[in-house]
């Protein structure tokens, strides 16, 4: 275990349909992260929050809504998806600037 | 192309063998990290060497920089089947906040008896 907790494991959905993901973490971590994990494609950074501000948004397109309440918690509200938007959806956190990632073990997201 | 790529894309071998793995990167960094994934699952970190450090070691693994050609190598001695995975390098850059980590498409190993 990493200390970094995301539900659900898998997720179906369909185009119309809008579902949360969530990752905690209890690590008392300031930086949280959400990435992209799509077959044969590097991970994608989408989304960086520091201390529940957010300061990256990587052209990421608004049907993902990413929101942090806490330094502990971290949604990424989806809407609207297309079929290509599946992928595994990792959540990762880290004390802070360049330190090492603790990773949760992903949602795998289909979309249909 | 991407900030880090891993060479190369999927290896072979039989336990006990070693496996080395490399990463070429194109700009400066703060550090370099590796990372291992099981089928599906979250990344796991292994290991993480500065810009100024030229080799570390931990366990089975030894990881080399060579900052000039901008390349970081990944060695597994006496490999076992239990090292089958993906095995992923990531830069970091100096952003000042968060770290902006940018991850290659990795390295696949298969380890058999």
């Known amino acids: 275990e990493t200390g970094v907790t995301q539900t659900p494991r898998h997720l179906v959905m369909g185009m119309t349909n809008k579902k949360s993901l969530k990752c905690e973490q209890h690590?008392?971590?300031?930086?949280m992260y959400w990435y992209k994990q799509s077959a044969k494609k590097p991970l994608e950074l989408m989304f960086v929050?520091?201390?529940?501000?957010?300061?990256e948004n990587n052209s990421v397109p608004s049907r993902f809504s990413p929101e942090c309440p806490n330094s502990s918690h971290l949604f990424l509200h989806l809407h609207t998806l297309q079929p290509e938007d599946s992928a595994l959806y990792l959540c990762?956190?880290?004390?802070?600037?360049?330190?090492?990632?603790?990773f949760g073990s992903g949602t795998q997201l289909s979309v249909l | 192309s991407q900030q880090g790529e891993e060479d190369p894309q999927a290896l072979s071998i039989q336990e006990g063998e070693n496996a080395t793995m490399n990463c070429s990167y194109k700009?400066?960094?703060?550090?370099l990290q590796w990372y291992r994934q099981n089928s599906g699952r979250g990344l796991v970190h292994l290991i993480l060497?500065?810009?100024?450090?030229r080799e570390k070691h931990s366990g089975r693994l030894r990881v080399t920089l060579d900052t000039s050609k901008k390349s970081s190598s990944l060695l597994i001695t006496a490999s076992r089947a239990a090292d089958t995975a993906s095995y992923f390098c990531?830069?970091?850059?100096?952003?000042?906040?968060?770290?902006?980590?940018?991850f290659g498409t990795g390295t696949r190993l298969q380890v058999t008896l």
């Open positions: 990762a956190s880290n004390p802070g600037a360049n330190e090492k990632l603790f």
């Open positions: 690590l008392g971590h300031n930086a």
């Open positions: 929050y520091n201390f529940k501000e957010q300061t």
């Open positions: 060497i500065r810009s100024n450090e």
């Open positions: 990531a830069t970091a850059i100096n952003t000042g906040t968060a770290s902006k980590l940018t």
């Open positions: 700009t400066s960094i703060n550090n």
